[in-house]
């Protein structure tokens, strides 16, 4: 089954156009994020260097601030936090999810009522008010302190997708000769049925990188992040507390926007391609062609609750 | 019955978490209610006539934490949801929620309802015409609409229709300043008017899920043995699309739907903050950056309550409905 | 929660079901009475809006002893015993007391009561209820906002006849601003029964009796609508017969008001003024007097050892160039700061620029300052770390300091910005805890001496570990504390002369850094109103949240299409 997977998931996601957009819009940005020296001439995003409020020019190809700073050097210096969050965030919600998740599953009983009855309470609180007290009583938005509040609110639902999918794989036969051959229950969930999960593991890491994404560009938006910080949400707050929209610098506003709305669609691209591959009769055709399939992950509600907060 | 009890326990628990989680973080920070306000008057108030003032409103920091605990989750469950400390000094918290409430329920109900109603509509058709021209354009279209950030989305509708049009429409408030409330024609258009934008943005951003869950449904659903069976009857396409298929393929929504009716009283923070629309969100937002610690506490609340109540709602319908849930339970 | 949801459908029916009422606006309603002015040289008329974000709706409380509505009362319904003009050499309007007598050593002060002053439901102001206001801080410290009965010394309020005679401990001089001219008058009838005299300090006062000029009618949680008291002891007075006090929740669209000329009296910051507001219309028109200093307050205590080397702080005083600080960090719409502590013009006669000059601290130099941080011990390969705290949220002084460690950074001192929500950020200013703070404080007075007195005065500080009231920075000098003792007691000449004595120990110790003066943000439309405060004519703070100052304003501006 592991086998089967590895070899049939990359090409099938390779042919799969919403998945490829996604995944270019990802590259570039992951190259901007890790060598911005190469996409802009300016070395401190944040210096005052030049006349304030200047229209876009050869010079300055998004304008510049009201305060002289570059708007495109900011940005491109901005890619760095705004990917780490999303990364770093969705990694660790992510392996939180499949920590309590799995083990709620196998280790049953008690475990499981609590360890379920945790993660449905923290399904439940609203999490983006969560968020907003937290982060402004932790004091400042440093990058720690925000990762953390997102990781501590974006796990559960994936916790809740896992443990309900390694409860329906706990009967299946090559499980019960793993046990049948003697093999640790460790053993038995690391090599036997993570491997298994695997799709569902990954999209759970999309979806809760595209609600960092958001969360975090809506916490700095706020005024809730460092605003001496480098990253696409703190140009938003900036441009919003000086009116950028009214006194004629739009694209200070709309353009770290934008590119928060590309880098959330590359996850959301790439996840919805995911749900695609993983269930065949939801790919495009361009006949009538049906297929039968008996189960399908609704998974698009992850992004609703991302959003819903 | 004993699925029910154990729903209650658990609505109890979620409770008096959130609860909990509310009445220790804030006092666990650094800050205090004095100091904000002390700023907030310009400093023109002498430390210990705000200290005594504060006490009048019900702020006692220098009692026992715990005594201050079980006084408040008393005060909670009855009702006694004090006197707010923030911005609105010494108004009743009941009040203040009281004038924003509507607002939310307005703007973010009817437009959560609208949204799925609309999205359920366009996914059953999408799905029913698999590979057709809108099967084409609508999934990849919808899956980047529902990943945009609302306040961007926000943003830019206020920048293309208030900002570019000269205020063509309103991108602040609930209404007009200069009208006075009331049941007048002038009133209601202008409500109407400053919701648009809030609710257009609302729309953009969540309408997306609900096509594209509907339309992976309504796809999965057209391949099970009873559809292929009225087709075989020669039943007619409208009676099996929205008769058999839609019928059963919204099924999976419906819980979906509860859950996002139950956020909906908290409301869209990030949109009532560009819009400047007094409702919940917009209240919590100005709560926590005045250290408001009562009005806080009942909104965190009342937020989980909903959604609380959302989700007990969809259980009881659950097991009405569906009797296998019964003898699970 | 069923019964929320019933509410709303309610509300939702009661919008629906009624399209043939007519929509009542504000400036509908028949506006009082346009007749000719009985003494005044403008007859009645016209409205003004103003803009002044609150980033709030109106909570329609008026209590003049909350300090979180009473702007929306003092002055426009409650009246002060006497107005003094911090712009104009302390100038004095005499209000509600017709004049005052001090004894010899200002010990005690008799007032002498305005006759035939109504309250504005009809019953007559006597001195009994001026009386009754000072008593009521003793009785309810609450409302004791200016702490009168514990820091001044107050010991007696009495009234006899139209008199008022209050008693201190000590000589109270410095303090008349406080009592005379910050202290709204409350109706004893009102604040003396019921729920009012049960808690003055938070009883909601929906509907204010006062003496001043207007009457609260109606209040909405969006807009406050004020209409002219016909009974105003000023006859004729005011000219302007409705104020518009709609509630901003954010500078956007009250900006966008006054630019329109929606609003007529704007009283924020306006980023890019030129763009956004002046260019809009030749009626629009700006003056934002200064009237305190934004600072960078290192902290003097030893425990803190850069800063408390006196070399560190004039290297930080001869570095940074204050004038390029307001101009990118406050857009130029904030003067640049002096290093006396003086903030001018606005006090300009007390302002001792020579002595300014002759330290060196009237234009920036690097080279200097490199020296002193030389003997300090600090150099570009040796270079001084220090950390500035500030507030999250004031995007200007994010910009200011932006901008100051720009300027630093050459000299090898390494500057780190460490923004702070507020609570946070008072939490360790006021008990010390910090190198470097970017602050200003809110309160002055009508002449240099309040402020300086806050800044610099050791009763204002406190041991780093405990609340300080004013004095954060820790500034500790018996001689600087001798001169304020004796300015209490001095001649209107002699305290020019002690205040350019503690300028120069503002300059010589460099106590604080004053980068920027804060000002009184002011716009004002004059297509249909005239008589707003200008540099010519200053006859009050002009932004709408000074009090009583507002009163003044209102009293003055008319409205030309009434004329």
């Known amino acids: 089954m592991r086998k089967h997977r590895s070899n049939g998931f990359w090409p099938a996601l390779r042919g799969n156009r919403k998945a490829m957009t996604g995944a270019v819009i990802l590259l570039v940005f992951t190259l901007v994020a890790a060598f911005p020296g190469l996409f802009t001439s300016v070395r401190d995003p944040n210096a005052l260097l030049s006349p304030p409020s200047l229209q876009p020019s050869g010079a300055h190809w998004l304008g510049t601030t009201s305060l002289g700073q570059d708007i495109y050097a900011q940005l491109v210096y901005g890619t760095r936090q705004s990917l780490i969050i999303a990364v770093v965030a969705g990694a660790f919600a992510t392996v939180l999810s499949v920590l309590i998740g799995v083990s709620a599953a196998y280790l049953g009983g008690v475990f499981d009522d609590l360890l379920s009855m945790l993660t449905n309470v923290m399904l439940v609180i609203p999490a983006f008010p969560l968020i907003i007290i937290l982060s402004k009583y932790a004091g400042k938005g440093s990058l720690t302190v925000m990762l953390a509040v997102l990781v501590a609110t974006g796990w559960s639902y994936g916790a809740n997708q896992l443990r309900a999918q390694a409860l329906s794989l706990r009967n299946r036969d090559f499980l019960e000769s793993a046990r049948v051959r003697g093999e640790r229950r460790g053993y038995i969930i690391v090599f036997e049925v993570l491997p298994t999960m695997t799709s569902l593991i990954v999209a759970n890491f999309l979806g809760a990188a595209l609600y960092s994404v958001l969360s975090a560009a809506g916490l700095q938006f706020l005024g809730l992040g460092d605003p001496n910080s480098s990253s696409w949400g703190t140009m938003l707050y900036w441009s919003q507390n000086q009116q950028a929209l009214l006194t004629g610098s739009p694209l200070w506003s709309l353009a770290p926007g934008l590119c928060v709305a590309l880098l959330g669609a590359a996850f959301a691209l790439i996840n919805y391609a995911f749900d695609e591959i993983g269930n065949p009769a939801l790919r495009p055709v361009r006949t009538n062609a049906r297929t039968r399939v008996k189960t399908v992950k609704k998974r698009g509600q992850r992004v609703q609750r991302a959003e819903s907060q | 019955m004993r699925f029910l009890l154990r729903r209650l326990g658990f609505f109890l628990l979620t409770l008096w978490a959130a609860l909990t989680l509310n009445f220790f973080i804030p006092r666990f920070m650094p800050g205090s209610p004095e100091l904000a306000l002390r700023d907030r008057t310009r400093g023109k108030v002498s430390p210990a006539a705000l200290e005594q003032m504060l006490a009048s409103f019900g702020f006692k920091p220098h009692q026992n934490l715990f005594d201050q605990y079980l006084a408040y989750l008393g005060d909670m469950v009855t009702g006694h949801w004090g006197l707010s400390i923030g911005q609105n000094l010494g108004e009743p918290v009941t009040t203040i929620i009281g004038q924003a409430l509507p607002w939310t329920l307005g703007l973010v109900g009817l437009t959560t309802v609208m949204a799925f109603v609309l999205g359920t509509l366009i996914g059953t058709v999408a799905g029913w015409r698999r590979g057709g021209r809108l099967d084409g354009i609508l999934p990849p279209v919808f899956v980047v609409t529902s990943a945009l950030p609302y306040f961007w989305v926000a943003l830019v509708l206020i920048m293309v229709f208030s900002v570019w049009t000269g205020g063509w429409l309103p991108g602040d408030n609930t209404y007009d300043n200069t009208i006075i409330p009331g049941p007048s024609p002038g009133f209601v258009t202008s409500v109407l008017q400053h919701a648009l934008l809030p609710a257009a943005t609302l729309l953009i951003t969540s309408i997306g899920g609900w096509i594209l869950t509907m339309r992976n449904n309504m796809i999965t659903t057209l391949a099970e043995d009873y559809i292929r069976m009225g087709r075989a009857k020669g039943l007619s396409n409208r009676r099996i699309m929205y008769g058999y298929a839609a019928r059963n393929a919204i099924l999976p929504n419906l819980s979906g739907f509860a859950m996002s009716l139950g956020f909906v009283i908290s409301g869209a923070i990030l949109i009532e903050y560009v819009f400047n629309y007094q409702g919940l969100g917009y209240l919590l937002y100005n709560a926590v950056q005045n250290v408001d610690y009562p009005l806080m506490q009942v909104l965190f609340m009342l937020f989980t309550v909903a959604v609380l109540v959302a989700v007990l709602a969809c259980d009881l319908a659950t097991v009405w409905l569906d009797p296998r849930a019964r003898a699970k339970g | ?563």
């Open chain 3, 1 to 563: 929660m069923r019964r929320t949801r019933l509410a709303a459908v309610a509300l939702a029916i009661g919008l629906a079901a009624t399209a043939c009422t007519s929509t009542q606006r504000t400036t509908d309603k028949p506006s009082g009475s346009s007749t000719a002015a009985n003494n005044g040289p403008h007859k009645q008329g016209g409205t003004v809006t103003i803009s002044n974000e609150q980033g709030q709706t109106w909570p329609c409380q008026f209590n003049p002893f909350n300090p979180s509505v009473y702007l929306e009362s003092n002055g426009f319904v409650y009246e002060p015993l006497v107005f003094v003009n911090a712009l104009n050499n302390q100038a004095e309007t005499p209000m509600l007391a017709t004049g005052y007598q001090w004894n010899a050593d200002k010990t005690q002060i008799v007032f002498t009561v305005r006759s035939g002053v109504k309250w504005n439901d009809g019953q007559a102001f006597t001195a009994d209820d001026v009386a009754f206001t000072f008593n009521l801080m003793k009785r309810v410290p609450a409302t004791d906002t200016y702490a009168l009965w514990t820091g001044a010394g107050l010991k007696s309020v009495t009234a006899a006849g139209d008199k008022v005679t209050m008693t201190f401990k000590q000589n109270a001089q410095t303090y008349f601003f406080s009592f005379a001219d910050q202290v709204g008058i409350v109706p004893q009838h009102i604040f003396g029964s019921g729920a009012a005299a049960a808690n003055p300090a938070t009883w909601a006062d929906p509907n204010p009796v006062g003496t001043g000029p207007f009457t609260v009618s109606p209040c909405t949680p969006n807009n406050i609508q004020y209409t002219a008291n016909p009974s105003y002891w000023q006859a004729g007075k005011p000219y302007i017969q409705k104020i518009e006090y709609p509630a901003y929740l954010d500078n956007g669209p009250a900006n966008l008001d006054l630019a329109s000329g929606k609003a007529q009296w704007g009283s924020q910051f306006i980023p890019g003024i030129k763009n956004l507001y002046l260019a809009k219309s030749s009626d629009n028109h700006t003056w934002s007097p200064p009237m305190l200093n934004v600072s960078l307050w290192p902290n003097n205590d030893p425990s803190h050892k850069a800063t408390s080397t006196l070399a560190v702080r004039q290297a930080l005083a001869a570095a940074i160039d204050r004038s390029q600080v307001a101009a990118i960090g406050e857009g130029g719409q904030e003067p640049p700061a002096n290093q006396s502590g003086v903030v001018a013009p606005t006090f300009q006669n007390y302002y001792d620029s020579a002595a300014v000059a002759a330290a060196g601290y009237d234009k920036p130099d690097p080279s200097k300052a490199a020296q002193l941080l030389a003997s300090a011990g600090y150099s570009p390969s040796n270079p001084l770390k220090l950390t500035v705290i500030t507030i999250t949220g004031y995007t200007d002084w994010d910009a200011s300091l932006a901008v100051i460690k720009q300027q630093l950074k050459p000299l090898g001192i390494d500057l780190t910005i460490d923004d702070l929500a507020q609570q946070t950020f008072n939490a360790k200013l006021f008990n010390g805890n910090y190198d470097l703070a970017y602050y200003g404080l809110q309160t002055g007075g009508p002449t240099p001496y309040y402020e300086l007195r806050e800044l610099l005065a050791s009763a204002n500080t406190a041991p780093i570990g405990q609340q300080a009231n004013s004095n954060f920075e820790r500034y500790k000098n018996p001689a600087v504390d001798a001169l304020f003792a004796q300015y209490a007691t001095a001649s209107p000449d002699q305290q020019v002369g002690i205040i350019k004595q503690i300028e120069a120990s503002m300059i010589n110790d460099v106590p604080v850094i004053p980068i920027t003066e804060s000002v009184d943000w002011f716009q004002y439309n004059t297509k249909d109103l005239a008589g707003w405060p200008t540099p010519q004519d200053p006859y009050a703070q002009p932004a709408a949240f000074n009090f009583p100052d507002a009163e003044q304003v209102l009293l003055h501006i008319y409205s030309k299409s009434a004329q």
